[in-house]
Protein backbone atom coordinates (compact mmCIF):
# COMPACT_ATOMS: atom_id res chain seq x y z
CA UNK A 1 0.00 0.00 0.00
CA UNK A 2 1.68 2.85 -0.86
CA UNK A 3 1.63 6.16 1.82
CA UNK A 4 0.48 9.66 1.38
CA UNK A 5 2.18 12.73 3.35
CA UNK A 6 -1.00 15.31 3.22
CA UNK A 7 -0.34 19.26 4.03
CA UNK A 8 -3.17 20.92 5.06
CA UNK A 9 -5.01 18.51 7.32
CA UNK A 10 -7.87 20.94 8.64
CA UNK A 11 -8.73 22.15 4.88
CA UNK A 12 -11.55 21.66 3.02
CA UNK A 13 -9.62 19.28 0.33
CA UNK A 14 -7.31 17.92 2.57
CA UNK A 15 -10.24 16.67 5.46
CA UNK A 16 -11.92 14.90 1.68
CA UNK A 17 -8.71 12.97 1.46
CA UNK A 18 -8.20 11.81 4.78
CA UNK A 19 -11.09 10.32 4.86
CA UNK A 20 -11.04 9.04 1.17
CA UNK A 21 -7.73 7.47 1.32
CA UNK A 22 -8.40 3.99 2.52
CA UNK A 23 -10.87 3.09 0.08
CA UNK A 24 -8.68 3.98 -2.66
CA UNK A 25 -5.96 1.76 -1.00
CA UNK A 26 -3.94 4.27 -0.08
CA UNK A 27 -2.39 4.85 3.36
CA UNK A 28 -2.10 8.71 5.02
CA UNK A 29 -0.46 10.78 7.34
CA UNK A 30 -1.29 14.11 7.74
CA UNK A 31 -0.48 17.43 9.49
CA UNK A 32 -1.69 20.40 10.59
CA UNK A 33 0.27 23.68 10.51
CA UNK A 34 1.25 23.68 13.69
CA UNK A 35 3.18 20.54 13.01
CA UNK A 36 4.26 21.12 9.46
CA UNK A 37 4.33 24.86 7.96
CA UNK A 38 5.20 24.69 4.37
CA UNK A 39 7.09 27.96 4.76
CA UNK A 40 9.74 25.82 7.17
CA UNK A 41 11.92 23.92 4.52
CA UNK A 42 13.54 22.15 7.37
CA UNK A 43 10.28 20.76 9.17
CA UNK A 44 9.25 19.95 5.71
CA UNK A 45 11.95 17.45 5.26
CA UNK A 46 11.86 16.53 9.09
CA UNK A 47 8.10 15.02 8.36
CA UNK A 48 9.29 12.93 5.18
CA UNK A 49 12.56 11.56 6.65
CA UNK A 50 9.87 10.37 9.88
CA UNK A 51 7.18 9.29 7.50
CA UNK A 52 9.31 7.52 4.34
CA UNK A 53 5.99 8.30 1.98
CA UNK A 54 5.44 7.60 -1.41
CA UNK A 55 3.66 10.41 -2.28
CA UNK A 56 3.79 14.14 -0.78
CA UNK A 57 0.23 15.97 -1.34
CA UNK A 58 -0.18 19.81 -0.31
CA UNK A 59 -3.16 21.69 -0.61
CA UNK A 60 -1.95 24.52 1.66
CA UNK A 61 -2.51 27.59 0.26
CA UNK A 62 -2.92 31.70 0.51
CA UNK A 63 -6.20 31.76 -1.25
CA UNK A 64 -8.24 34.92 0.46
CA UNK A 65 -7.70 36.89 -3.18
CA UNK A 66 -8.17 40.32 -1.58
CA UNK A 67 -5.47 39.40 1.06
CA UNK A 68 -2.50 38.43 -1.89
CA UNK A 69 -3.20 42.09 -3.03
CA UNK A 70 -2.40 43.57 0.21
CA UNK A 71 0.19 40.97 1.81
CA UNK A 72 1.85 40.24 -1.35
CA UNK A 73 4.96 38.36 0.18
CA UNK A 74 3.04 36.44 2.48
CA UNK A 75 1.81 35.43 -1.04
CA UNK A 76 4.23 34.08 -2.51
CA UNK A 77 5.77 32.77 0.35
CA UNK A 78 3.42 29.77 0.56
CA UNK A 79 2.14 29.73 -2.92
CA UNK A 80 5.37 30.01 -4.63
CA UNK A 81 8.56 29.96 -2.82
CA UNK A 82 6.80 26.78 -0.34
CA UNK A 83 6.28 25.18 -3.38
CA UNK A 84 9.27 25.17 -5.02
CA UNK A 85 11.03 24.11 -1.69
CA UNK A 86 9.09 21.31 -1.50
CA UNK A 87 9.46 20.03 -5.04
CA UNK A 88 12.85 20.10 -4.56
CA UNK A 89 12.56 18.01 -1.74
CA UNK A 90 10.65 15.53 -3.45
CA UNK A 91 12.98 15.27 -6.23
CA UNK A 92 15.69 14.74 -3.63
CA UNK A 93 14.17 11.97 -1.57
CA UNK A 94 12.53 10.68 -4.59
CA UNK A 95 8.50 10.63 -3.76
CA UNK A 96 5.67 11.79 -6.42
CA UNK A 97 4.77 15.64 -5.74
CA UNK A 98 0.94 16.68 -5.89
CA UNK A 99 -0.06 20.67 -5.66
CA UNK A 100 -3.27 22.46 -6.51
CA UNK A 101 -3.34 25.58 -8.72
CA UNK A 102 -6.03 27.35 -9.60
CA UNK A 103 -8.77 28.69 -12.65
CA UNK A 104 -7.42 32.34 -11.31
CA UNK A 105 -4.08 31.80 -13.86
CA UNK A 106 -6.15 32.37 -16.68
CA UNK A 107 -7.26 36.12 -18.04
CA UNK A 108 -11.34 34.23 -18.68
CA UNK A 109 -10.85 35.97 -21.84
CA UNK A 110 -10.16 33.20 -23.76
CA UNK A 111 -14.15 32.93 -24.25
CA UNK A 112 -14.36 28.82 -23.80
CA UNK A 113 -13.45 25.71 -21.13
CA UNK A 114 -9.42 26.68 -20.09
CA UNK A 115 -7.52 23.39 -21.69
CA UNK A 116 -4.55 22.04 -19.47
CA UNK A 117 -2.30 23.35 -22.17
CA UNK A 118 -4.03 26.59 -22.26
CA UNK A 119 -1.36 30.01 -21.70
CA UNK A 120 -1.88 31.15 -18.33
CA UNK A 121 -2.23 35.14 -17.89
CA UNK A 122 -2.83 35.56 -14.65
CA UNK A 123 -4.89 39.17 -13.47
CA UNK A 124 -3.76 39.19 -10.03
CA UNK A 125 -1.48 38.61 -7.19
CA UNK A 126 -3.32 35.17 -5.85
CA UNK A 127 -2.76 34.01 -9.75
CA UNK A 128 0.80 35.19 -10.31
CA UNK A 129 1.82 33.48 -7.10
CA UNK A 130 0.00 29.77 -7.94
CA UNK A 131 1.01 30.37 -11.41
CA UNK A 132 4.78 30.97 -9.92
CA UNK A 133 4.52 27.17 -7.98
CA UNK A 134 3.27 26.08 -11.05
CA UNK A 135 6.64 26.85 -13.09
CA UNK A 136 8.54 26.14 -10.24
CA UNK A 137 7.66 22.68 -9.27
CA UNK A 138 7.61 21.80 -12.59
CA UNK A 139 10.72 22.91 -13.36
CA UNK A 140 12.53 21.81 -10.42
CA UNK A 141 10.85 18.51 -11.17
CA UNK A 142 9.47 17.46 -13.84
CA UNK A 143 9.49 14.03 -13.70
CA UNK A 144 7.69 14.09 -10.52
CA UNK A 145 5.24 16.70 -10.01
CA UNK A 146 1.31 16.52 -10.68
CA UNK A 147 0.07 20.41 -10.40
CA UNK A 148 -3.63 19.71 -9.82
CA UNK A 149 -5.98 22.85 -11.31
CA UNK A 150 -9.68 23.23 -9.38
CA UNK A 151 -12.66 25.78 -9.51
CA UNK A 152 -14.36 27.36 -6.76
CA UNK A 153 -13.71 24.50 -4.47
CA UNK A 154 -16.50 23.74 -1.39
CA UNK A 155 -16.57 20.92 1.14
CA UNK A 156 -16.77 20.05 5.31
CA UNK A 157 -18.50 21.08 7.55
CA UNK A 158 -17.27 24.35 8.03
CA UNK A 159 -15.99 24.95 4.89
CA UNK A 160 -11.90 26.23 4.22
CA UNK A 161 -10.33 27.74 7.67
CA UNK A 162 -8.57 30.51 5.87
CA UNK A 163 -11.41 31.83 3.92
CA UNK A 164 -13.76 31.54 6.55
CA UNK A 165 -16.12 29.10 4.53
CA UNK A 166 -17.27 28.43 1.60
CA UNK A 167 -19.62 29.54 -1.41
CA UNK A 168 -22.14 27.41 -0.34
CA UNK A 169 -22.30 28.20 3.14
CA UNK A 170 -21.52 31.78 3.23
CA UNK A 171 -24.01 32.21 0.40
CA UNK A 172 -26.67 30.52 2.68
CA UNK A 173 -25.75 32.54 5.58
CA UNK A 174 -26.15 35.95 3.60
CA UNK A 175 -29.55 35.00 2.82
CA UNK A 176 -31.40 35.06 6.40
CA UNK A 177 -33.55 37.17 6.29
CA UNK A 178 -33.76 38.63 3.09
CA UNK A 179 -36.28 38.15 0.21
CA UNK A 180 -33.70 39.10 -2.26
CA UNK A 181 -30.08 39.24 -2.67
CA UNK A 182 -27.53 40.13 -5.71
CA UNK A 183 -25.06 37.94 -6.99
CA UNK A 184 -22.51 37.97 -9.61
CA UNK A 185 -23.87 36.73 -13.03
CA UNK A 186 -20.99 37.84 -14.98
CA UNK A 187 -18.38 35.48 -13.76
CA UNK A 188 -18.66 31.82 -15.33
CA UNK A 189 -17.05 28.71 -13.28
CA UNK A 190 -16.81 25.15 -12.77
CA UNK A 191 -17.64 25.19 -8.75
CA UNK A 192 -16.09 21.94 -7.27
CA UNK A 193 -16.95 19.68 -4.61
CA UNK A 194 -13.82 18.78 -2.46
CA UNK A 195 -15.45 15.25 -1.90
CA UNK A 196 -15.71 14.98 -6.24
CA UNK A 197 -11.99 16.38 -5.86
CA UNK A 198 -10.41 14.27 -3.25
CA UNK A 199 -11.69 10.84 -5.60
CA UNK A 200 -10.72 12.01 -8.86
CA UNK A 201 -7.02 13.11 -7.22
CA UNK A 202 -6.49 9.50 -5.93
CA UNK A 203 -7.72 7.77 -8.79
CA UNK A 204 -5.34 10.11 -11.08
CA UNK A 205 -3.10 8.61 -8.02
CA UNK A 206 -4.01 4.68 -8.76
CA UNK A 207 -3.96 5.27 -12.44
CA UNK A 208 -0.45 5.29 -15.21
CA UNK A 209 -0.90 9.21 -15.51
CA UNK A 210 1.99 10.62 -16.27
CA UNK A 211 3.41 14.06 -14.02
CA UNK A 212 2.15 17.33 -15.58
CA UNK A 213 -0.72 19.67 -15.37
CA UNK A 214 -4.19 18.64 -14.74
CA UNK A 215 -7.47 20.12 -14.88
CA UNK A 216 -10.08 18.72 -12.05
CA UNK A 217 -13.04 19.93 -11.98
CA UNK A 218 -17.29 19.74 -11.43
CA UNK A 219 -18.26 18.78 -15.33
CA UNK A 220 -20.39 21.80 -16.98
CA UNK A 221 -20.46 25.67 -16.30
CA UNK A 222 -22.70 27.96 -14.44
CA UNK A 223 -22.88 31.66 -13.53
CA UNK A 224 -22.42 32.06 -9.87
CA UNK A 225 -26.10 33.81 -9.54
CA UNK A 226 -26.95 30.40 -11.13
CA UNK A 227 -25.22 28.52 -8.34
CA UNK A 228 -26.72 30.40 -5.98
CA UNK A 229 -29.86 29.67 -7.30
CA UNK A 230 -29.41 26.18 -7.48
CA UNK A 231 -28.53 26.09 -3.75
CA UNK A 232 -31.17 27.58 -2.19
CA UNK A 233 -33.43 25.11 -4.40
CA UNK A 234 -31.25 22.09 -2.68
CA UNK A 235 -31.55 23.98 0.78
CA UNK A 236 -35.38 25.15 0.35
CA UNK A 237 -34.22 28.93 0.91
CA UNK A 238 -37.03 31.04 -1.05
CA UNK A 239 -34.87 34.44 -1.15
CA UNK A 240 -34.92 35.71 -4.87
CA UNK A 241 -31.50 35.98 -6.24
CA UNK A 242 -30.67 39.39 -8.46
CA UNK A 243 -27.91 38.44 -11.08
CA UNK A 244 -25.43 41.57 -11.46
CA UNK A 245 -22.76 42.40 -13.56
CA UNK A 246 -19.83 43.37 -11.97
CA UNK A 247 -17.73 43.20 -14.95
CA UNK A 248 -15.20 41.17 -13.12
CA UNK A 249 -14.12 43.92 -10.67
CA UNK A 250 -13.90 43.42 -7.07
CA UNK A 251 -12.63 47.33 -5.68
CA UNK A 252 -9.04 47.81 -7.84
CA UNK A 253 -8.65 44.05 -8.01
CA UNK A 254 -9.97 42.00 -11.41
CA UNK A 255 -11.37 38.19 -11.36
CA UNK A 256 -11.59 36.22 -14.56
CA UNK A 257 -14.92 36.71 -15.88
CA UNK A 258 -14.93 33.30 -17.76
CA UNK A 259 -12.25 30.65 -16.18
CA UNK A 260 -14.44 27.06 -16.35
CA UNK A 261 -11.73 24.31 -16.60
CA UNK A 262 -11.80 21.46 -19.16
CA UNK A 263 -10.46 18.49 -18.06
CA UNK A 264 -9.25 16.81 -21.02
CA UNK A 265 -6.29 14.44 -19.81
CA UNK A 266 -8.00 13.07 -16.69
CA UNK A 267 -10.57 12.38 -18.96
CA UNK A 268 -8.55 10.33 -21.50
CA UNK A 269 -7.63 8.10 -18.68
CA UNK A 270 -11.54 7.38 -17.75
CA UNK A 271 -10.90 10.26 -14.81
CA UNK A 272 -13.61 12.18 -14.92
CA UNK A 273 -16.27 14.39 -11.81
CA UNK A 274 -19.68 14.57 -11.77
CA UNK A 275 -21.16 17.67 -13.03
CA UNK A 276 -21.61 20.58 -10.82
CA UNK A 277 -25.33 19.71 -9.87
CA UNK A 278 -24.48 16.15 -8.41
CA UNK A 279 -21.34 18.13 -7.09
CA UNK A 280 -24.07 20.04 -5.18
CA UNK A 281 -26.41 17.68 -4.76
CA UNK A 282 -23.50 15.27 -2.72
CA UNK A 283 -22.18 18.37 -0.42
CA UNK A 284 -26.17 18.86 0.79
CA UNK A 285 -26.10 14.93 1.32
CA UNK A 286 -23.03 15.67 3.75
CA UNK A 287 -24.44 18.40 5.04
CA UNK A 288 -27.45 17.00 6.26
CA UNK A 289 -26.20 13.87 7.66
N1 LIG B 1 -11.08 27.15 -2.28
C1 LIG B 1 -11.16 27.44 -3.57
O1 LIG B 1 -12.13 28.05 -4.04
C2 LIG B 1 -10.07 27.02 -4.52
C3 LIG B 1 -10.20 27.29 -5.90
C4 LIG B 1 -9.17 26.90 -6.75
C5 LIG B 1 -8.05 26.27 -6.25
N2 LIG B 1 -7.95 26.03 -4.92
C6 LIG B 1 -6.74 25.39 -4.42
O2 LIG B 1 -7.08 24.12 -3.87
C7 LIG B 1 -6.21 23.82 -2.77
C8 LIG B 1 -7.03 23.38 -1.58
O3 LIG B 1 -7.92 24.41 -1.20
P1 LIG B 1 -8.89 24.29 0.06
O4 LIG B 1 -10.08 25.10 -0.27
O5 LIG B 1 -9.02 22.87 0.48
O6 LIG B 1 -8.03 25.08 1.14
P2 LIG B 1 -8.41 25.36 2.67
O7 LIG B 1 -9.66 24.67 3.05
O8 LIG B 1 -8.30 26.82 2.92
O9 LIG B 1 -7.22 24.61 3.42
C9 LIG B 1 -5.93 25.06 3.30
C10 LIG B 1 -5.08 24.28 4.30
O10 LIG B 1 -3.75 24.75 4.19
C11 LIG B 1 -3.25 24.94 5.49
N3 LIG B 1 -2.19 25.94 5.47
C12 LIG B 1 -2.28 27.24 5.13
N4 LIG B 1 -1.06 27.82 5.25
C13 LIG B 1 -0.21 26.85 5.68
C14 LIG B 1 1.16 26.84 6.01
N5 LIG B 1 1.92 27.94 5.95
N6 LIG B 1 1.71 25.65 6.38
C15 LIG B 1 0.95 24.53 6.47
N7 LIG B 1 -0.36 24.49 6.21
C16 LIG B 1 -0.93 25.65 5.81
C17 LIG B 1 -4.44 25.40 6.32
O11 LIG B 1 -4.16 25.20 7.66
P3 LIG B 1 -4.77 26.13 8.83
O12 LIG B 1 -6.07 25.48 9.22
O13 LIG B 1 -3.76 26.07 9.90
O14 LIG B 1 -4.96 27.50 8.25
C18 LIG B 1 -5.52 24.50 5.75
O15 LIG B 1 -5.49 23.23 6.37
C19 LIG B 1 -5.35 25.08 -2.56
O16 LIG B 1 -4.12 24.92 -3.21
C20 LIG B 1 -6.11 26.18 -3.27
O17 LIG B 1 -5.29 27.22 -3.75
C21 LIG B 1 -8.94 26.37 -4.04
Known sequence: MKKILLIGKTGQLGGELIKDASVF??????????????????????????????????????????????????????????????ARLCKKHQIKFVTYSTDYVFDGEKGSAYEENDSPKPLQIYGISKLAGEYAAVNAYPEGTFIIRTNGLYGGATGSPDKGGNFVLNIIKEAKGKNIIEVSSEQIVSPTYAGDLSQATLKLLGSRAEPGIYHLVNEGQCSWAEFTQTIFRLAGIETEVKPVDRGGASGAMKRPKFSVLKNTKAKALGIELPSWQEGLKSYFNFLNK
Open 25 to 86: NFAIISFDRTELDVTNEAQVEEKIIASQPDILINTSAFHVVPKCETEPAAAMAVNFVAVDKI
